[in-house]
């Protein structure tokens, strides 16, 4: 296939220019990147000093700049968090919470910071029932103050910028401020966001207000969304610091939203606010193909269920697999059934419940789950494994509820600071309750938590809420001895890849529980199909979680695989778009290949 490459030859984001190397409208490129490859764009962004990539052109640009004016790879990335809230309100910001996976080039050392939400006190799985003792049906679950925990990406973003970063936060916020103040235009996607979600917004007069035009209508595409109130927000928290939304007005404010919101009320008090910290924890770690790669550790189960899927392509052994085909789908499949099988029983907030990690990621219990993998595929739902280090605790398996609106950026810097981060609010638009003037929404994570709190037979489920704080034991450092409530399960899995011991990539995606899935496969795709990244982002995906198999349209149209694979006995349903990875690559020359998913508006830009 031939590709496009992209190299930037402008000197400032104001009159930045683009030159292209090779020919854009060769019918082929055209092609094989509609019919094989996906949407995406046609090749890498290249650049020689500093790389971001993010879901969206306004917010990489926001990073730009504080790379631009010598801030380093976490204030830009501190920078793009900020912008993402006007030019994506619905996908993440200081009202819900985010992993990040960083690398300090001046230490040597990979850090993974923890800024998941936590559950308030007294929130228990009784909290998902209604008034006569039945379960809420998720979809009103997850509207209204009770879904709503603990923000933590104010936090994590401060923190990041207090131990990692360069800039102050007044600096790096700056952009956003600008943005928010002139205002952005609605895409597309916010536009059929908001219609999507339309029903549970406009059950709050302020939320609704926040999302309709001049004339009280709602936004719609082209329309320029101004958010005074959200610039006035970040202009106190430029001034007052973490205090003030910790334990000062906005706190008060928070709480206040969440226990007289008019739709399902919630349980946060001031104390469950103040209490917050953002906690260092020690990142999982893992090899394939020679590289290491480190990921995020639990209450994520994202970083210990791709490392596993890797250890178990590695030893069922794949290069005899040609990419696409149906033997390699199959293979595909049946992995990440058996990792979910595995996910979905063990992993939880470790602080809470032990969950074996170091048993799911050795080589006797991996070559114990291949040994299942046969030429028929294997039909789910599978059964979990054995590993050594088990604990009592059963979580429940549903996954049908776990939201896939999250949102991913990486950015890499000249000293080669690397940082990987997925945030979120879960459901678009999280919980649709607004902090009142604030401009902003909370999030609705408490219903990423199983709603059983215990199987019929008495034992606890795992990924339950279960009301009370203990320490934060799996933490590092000071953090360790700090008390926290529980925190939600999670899919999000930014990853750090070496290679040699030198930093080779930062990648992650959004996506709910299919995440993990995608991120996996673009992984294999570049480190065990040597793929350019931007080839191997667009790749179609499939994705297993122990399920029914779903499929992205450019497989589905391939109709002499869909025959082979339904001659196996596998049938795919339509996945829609699956993620919207987000990746940066260190060549070996030292440039840097950035690299953003169409899926979801990606943009990937450096200087």
């Given at each position: 296939m031939k590709v496009t490459r992209r190299i930037v030859c402008g000197l400032g984001i104001g009159i930045l220019s683009v030159c292209f190397a090779g020919d854009v409208s060769d019918p082929e490129v055209d092609r094989e990147v509609t019919e094989h490859f996906g949407p995406g764009a046609t090749g890498v962004f290249l650049a020689k000093n500093a790389m971001v990539s993010s879901v969206s052109a306004h917010a990489s640009l926001a990073g730009l700049e504080i790379l631009?004016?010598?801030?380093?790879?976490?204030?830009?990335?501190?920078?793009?968090?900020?912008?993402?809230?006007?030019?994506?309100?619905?996908g993440s910001g200081i009202g819900g919470g985010l992993f990040a996976v960083g690398y300090n080039s001046a230490t040597g050392k990979v850090y993974a910071l923890d800024g998941r939400e936590e559950a308030p006190s007294g929130y228990t799985a009784l909290d998902f029932q209604d008034s006569k003792g039945k379960l809420k049906p998720f979809k009103k679950r997850i509207t209204g103050g009770n879904s709503v925990g603990v923000p933590g990406t104010l936090a994590a973003c401060i923190r990041l910028l207090e131990d990692h970063g360069t800039m102050s936060l007044s600096e790096v916020i700056a952009p956003a401020i600008l943005l928010a103040n002139i205002g952005l235009p609605v895409t597309e996607t916010f536009a059929a966001n908001l219609t999507k979600h339309w029903d549970r917004l406009s059950q709050f007069p302020e939320t609704e207000r926040l999302f309709s035009n001049e004339k009280g209508e709602r936004l719609k595409a082209g329309d320029i969304h101004k958010n005074p109130d959200l610039a006035h927000t970040f202009e106190l928290l430029a001034e007052f610091g973490e205090e003030y939304f910790?334990?000062?007005?906005?706190?008060?404010?928070?709480?206040?939203?969440?226990?007289?919101?008019?739709?399902?009320?919630g349980k946060i008090t001031l104390g469950d606010v103040s209490n917050y910290r953002a906690v260092y924890r020690e990142p999982s770690r893992s090899s394939f193909m020679g590289?290491?790669?480190?990921?995020?550790?639990?209450?994520?189960?994202?970083?210990?269920?791709?490392?596993?899927?890797?250890?178990?392509?590695?030893e069922s052994g794949f290069s005899d697999l040609g990419w696409g085909s149906a033997a390699y789908i199959q293979r595909l499949i049946d992995i990440q059934n058996l990792v979910f099988a595995d996910r979905n029983f063990f992993m939880a907030d470790a602080d809470f419940v032990q969950v074996p990690v170091e048993g799911l990621l050795c080589e006797d219990y991996t070559r114990e789950r291949v040994a299942l993998l046969k030429d028929a595929p294997l039909p789910p739902p599978?059964?979990?494994?054995?590993?050594?280090?088990?604990?009592?605790?059963?979580?429940?398996?549903n996954l049908k509820n776990e939201s896939s609106h999250t949102t991913h950026f990486s950015v890499v810097d000249r000293d080669r600071n690397l940082i990987s981060v997925t945030s979120t609010i879960e459901q678009h638009f999280g919980s649709a309750v607004p902090v009142k003037g604030r401009g902003f929404l909370l999030n609705n994570e408490l219903t990423d938590f199983n709603s059983r709190g215990s199987h019929k037979d008495g034992q606890k489920v795992a990924n339950a809420p279960e009301g009370q704080k203990t320490e934060r034991k799996t933490s590092l450092g000071e953090d360790a001895k700090s008390m926290g409530g529980k925190r939600p399960r999670s899919s999000m899995s930014p990853f750090l890849v070496f290679r040699d011991g030198q930093p080779f990539m930062a990648i992650g995606s959004p996506g709910g529980s299919r995440i993990i899935g995608v991120t996996f496969q673009t992984l294999v795709n570049v480190l065990g199909y040597n793929m350019e990244l931007q080839e191997a982002i667009n790749a179609p995906r499939v994705i297993a979680r122990n399920n029914k198999p779903e499929g992205e349209s450019p497989l589905l149209r391939k109709e002499a695989l869909i025959k082979e694979l339904e001659e196996k006995g596998i049938y795919l349903e339509d996945a829609g778009a699956a993620g919207a990875v987000q990746a940066v690559l260190i060549r070996k020359d030292g440039w840097l290949e950035g690299a953003a998913d169409s899926r979801r508006e990606g943009f990937a830009i450096g200087f």
């Open positions: 631009r004016k010598g801030g380093n790879a976490v204030d830009a990335a501190v920078a793009v968090q900020f912008a993402l809230m006007i030019a994506e309100p619905y910790y334990n000062g007005p906005l706190g008060a404010e928070i709480v206040a939203a969440v226990r007289s919101s008019r739709v399902n009320p590289y290491s790669l480190y990921g995020m550790p639990m209450p994520s189960s994202g970083g210990v269920s791709v490392s596993m899927m890797l250890n178990f392509l590695a599978l059964s979990h494994g054995t590993p050594p280090g088990l604990s009592g605790e059963r979580p429940a398996t």
